[in-house]
C-alpha cells in the first residue's frame, strides 16, 4: 500500500511556481504492478523520486507499508565519483544487506569487467543503468520504482534483464515510468495517470492505456 496525503510539490522556473503534484490525495493498492503514466514534464520521475524519499514534497505525505527501491535508471542516486564497487558497498550498509553478497552479485550481473572499479564518472549511459538495475535487482524490495530503465545493452543482456524482472515480480510490486507500451503491459498490471497534477488510478491497466495515449494524440 502507498498512500499519498495532501501531497503537493512544486518548482520556480523562470520566476514562476510550477506545480506538478497538486494536493494529491490516492492510495494504491498492495500488490500490483503499476504503470506510471503522463506526457512528458507530467510530474512522473519527481513522484517516483518523493516516494523514493529522494525529494521532499513541499507538504503532505507519503505514507507506505513495505520497503521501496530508490528509482532504478537514476544515476543521482548513485556517487560519481566513486567506483562502482564502492558505491554498491554504500548501498549494501544503507539497506542492511550483506556486503560481500551484494558485491558478488552485481559484479556477475553487470558485466562490467574491470571498470566495477573504476570512478562511475567514467563509466557511459549504459553502463551506469547496468550498475544501478543490478544494485537494485540484488535486493529483495516489496516495492521496485523504475524510471524508464527494465533492461539495456544487447539483446542477449537485455533478454537476462528482463527474466530476472519478472522473477523478482513473483513476490514483488512495481511502480514503472515507461513510455514503451509492450513493456507496460509486461510487467503492469494496473495503471496511474498523472495530468496536470493530479493523478487517476485504473484497476484496468488498458485503460489507463487508452486514457493516456488519447491526451498525446
Same mark, same amino acid.
Given at each position: 500500500?502507498?498512500?499519498?496525503?495532501?501531497? =503537493? #510539490?512544486?518548482?520556480?522556473?523562470?520566476?514562476?511556481?510550477?506545480?506538478?503534484?497538486?494536493?494529491?490525495?490516492? $492510495?494504491?493498492? $498492495?500488490?500490483?504492478?503499476?504503470?506510471?503514466?503522463?506526457?512528458?514534464?507530467?510530474? #512522473? *520521475?519527481?513522484?517516483?523520486?518523493?516516494?523514493?524519499?529522494?525529494?521532499?514534497?513541499?507538504?503532505?505525505?507519503?505514507? =507506505? !507499508?513495505? =520497503?521501496?527501491?530508490?528509482?532504478?535508471?537514476?544515476?543521482?542516486?548513485?556517487?560519481?565519483?566513486?567506483?562502482?564497487?564502492?558505491?554498491?558497498?554504500?548501498?549494501?550498509?544503507?539497506?542492511?544487506?550483506? =556486503?560481500?553478497?551484494?558485491?558478488?552479485?552485481?559484479?556477475?550481473?553487470?558485466?562490467?569487467?574491470?571498470?566495477?572499479?573504476?570512478?562511475?564518472?567514467?563509466?557511459?549511459?549504459?553502463?551506469?543503468?547496468?550498475?544501478?538495475?543490478?544494485?537494485?535487482?540484488?535486493?529483495?524490495?516489496?516495492?521496485?520504482?523504475?524510471?524508464?530503465? &527494465?533492461?539495456?545493452?544487447?539483446? *542477449?543482456?537485455? !533478454? #537476462?534483464?528482463?527474466?530476472?524482472?519478472?522473477?523478482?515480480?513473483? &513476490?514483488? *510490486?512495481?511502480?514503472?515510468?515507461?513510455?514503451?507500451?509492450?513493456?507496460?503491459?509486461?510487467?503492469?498490471?494496473?495503471?496511474?495517470?498523472?495530468? #496536470?497534477?493530479?493523478?487517476?488510478?485504473?484497476? !484496468?491497466?488498458?485503460?489507463?492505456?487508452?486514457?493516456?495515449? &488519447?491526451?498525446?494524440?
Amino acid at each position: 500500500m502507498i498512500r499519498f496525503e495532501n501531497l =503537493t #510539490k512544486s518548482f520556480w522556473v523562470n520566476g514562476k511556481r510550477k506545480i506538478v503534484i497538486d494536493n494529491l490525495n490516492l $492510495t494504491l493498492p $498492495t500488490g500490483r504492478s503499476l504503470a506510471l503514466l503522463g506526457r512528458n514534464g507530467a510530474g #512522473k *520521475s519527481t513522484l517516483l523520486e518523493i516516494v523514493a524519499g529522494i525529494q521532499r514534497p513541499d507538504h503532505g505525505r507519503v505514507v =507506505t !507499508d513495505g =520497503t521501496m527501491s530508490w528509482p532504478v535508471g537514476l544515476g543521482s542516486s548513485f556517487h560519481r565519483d566513486l567506483s562502482g564497487v564502492e558505491n554498491v558497498r554504500f548501498i549494501a550498509r544503507v539497506y542492511g544487506v550483506d =556486503t560481500d553478497d551484494l558485491v558478488a552479485f552485481v559484479q556477475d550481473f553487470a558485466e562490467l569487467g574491470p571498470s566495477f572499479y573504476m570512478p562511475m564518472r567514467t563509466y557511459s549511459s549504459g553502463m551506469r543503468s547496468r550498475l544501478t538495475f543490478g544494485a537494485s535487482m540484488g535486493i529483495k524490495f516489496d516495492t521496485y520504482l523504475v524510471d524508464e530503465v &527494465t533492461a539495456v545493452g544487447d539483446k *542477449s543482456f537485455k !533478454d #537476462k534483464s528482463r527474466a530476472l524482472f519478472a522473477d523478482r515480480m513473483k &513476490t514483488s *510490486s512495481a511502480i514503472m515510468v515507461n513510455h514503451n507500451m509492450n513493456q507496460i503491459r509486461e510487467f503492469c498490471d494496473a495503471g496511474v495517470v498523472l495530468e #496536470k497534477g493530479r493523478a487517476q488510478y485504473f484497476d !484496468d491497466l488498458e485503460a489507463a492505456i487508452t486514457l493516456h495515449q &488519447t491526451m498525446l494524440s
